[in-house]
């Protein structure tokens, strides 16, 4: 029997850029995809810093730890360069930002865990705990899930396996940029703006345009799926439609081992060749891709 998506896991894969100053707030609202300016003490953010050309460079998931202390969770493989290219564009703002890895514990609770911790939060909503901050993030398998963010020292028992939680991750249907897919995607490609990572309603930001014309002139030709395999999965293997199998419908996002066997894997794909339902991988004759359910719906309209 698959284990259950219920414990508490640490999450070593997970780093932590700390934006420090009176204008921390102010500075990030003009560089990622969603409101830092209205974030309020009991809100997260998920959201994506962007290319000129709207491509997802990092994904974060961002809170207030306290005024002037803002936190970004994000993957530790991309964590230095995005912190090289945010500070780019600090110039005067009063902020400093730092790599703060080194001084918090991070860990992904699920199942009982996850609802004792926030119980009555929605989605991106938070609450403290002593020092520790607590993210409700969106469920897997129908299991609550949420993020722990602590300062270091204030560590949890673990009794979930790392590789139980990344499939979580996957069946949430909600990926995080990691090296092999940087710049590969608009956020709408990742869903994004269907699981509260994009504001369409704030100010600019890198890539703000295209995103926008993506949404509301029709141009989006891809989203993002989940998907089951026999043969392994990785972020960053293409996939192939049978039917025209002349050049890549598709991109892995994300990927992890399926407790029954076989990968689970996030894919963004043409949506024709999502329709066709005859998906491989890695190559025109690879491993057949099953198509499965989405656990949220895709906005049609903002």
């Not at 141009?219 to 999965?233: C, G, M, N, P």
């Amino acid at each position: 029997m698959p284990p259950a998506l219920d414990g508490t896991s640490a999450l070593p894969h997970l780093g932590v850029i700390r934006a420090q100053g009176d204008e921390a707030r102010k500075f990030l609202q003009g560089q990622l995809t969603n409101d830092f300016g209205l974030l309020g003490p009991s809100d997260a953010r998920l959201a994506a810093f962007c290319s000129a050309k709207g491509r997802m460079l990092a994904t974060f998931v961002g809170f207030e730890r306290e005024p002037g202390d803002v936190l970004l969770v994000t993957p530790r493989d991309t964590l230095a360069a995005t912190l090289k290219r945010l500070s780019m564009f600090v110039l005067r703002a009063k902020v400093k930002l730092t790599d703060a890895s080194d001084q918090f514990a991070l860990h992904g609770l699920a199942g009982s865990a996850a609802d004792a911790a926030t119980s009555g939060l929605p989605a991106w909503g938070k609450r403290r705990e002593g020092d520790a901050d607590l993210v409700r993030l969106y469920p897997a398998e129908g299991q609550a899930r949420a993020l722990r963010v602590a300062p270091v020292g204030d560590a949890l028992t673990e009794t979930l396996a790392l590789s139980t939680w990344l499939w979580g991750e996957v069946r949430s249907g909600i990926a995080q940029v990691t090296t092999p897919i940087v710049d590969a995607f608009v956020p709408q490609m990742l869903n994004y703006e269907s699981v509260g990572g994009v504001n369409f309603k704030k100010g600019c930001y890198p890539g703000q345009e295209v995103v926008a014309r993506s949404q509301f002139r029709g141009t989006l030709k891809r989203r993002a799926f989940i998907v089951h395999a026999d043969a392994e999965l990785q972020a960053g293997q293409e996939v192939f439609d049978a039917v025209d199998p002349s050049q890549p419908c598709g991109l892995v996002a994300e990927a992890a081992p399926a407790p029954g066997g076989g990968f689970d894997a996030i894919v963004s794909l043409q949506l024709a060749a999502a329709d066709h339902g005859t998906l491989r991988a890695g190559a025109a004759d690879g491993a057949s891709l099953q198509l499965l359910p989405l656990p949220y719906p895709l906005l049609a309209d903002v």
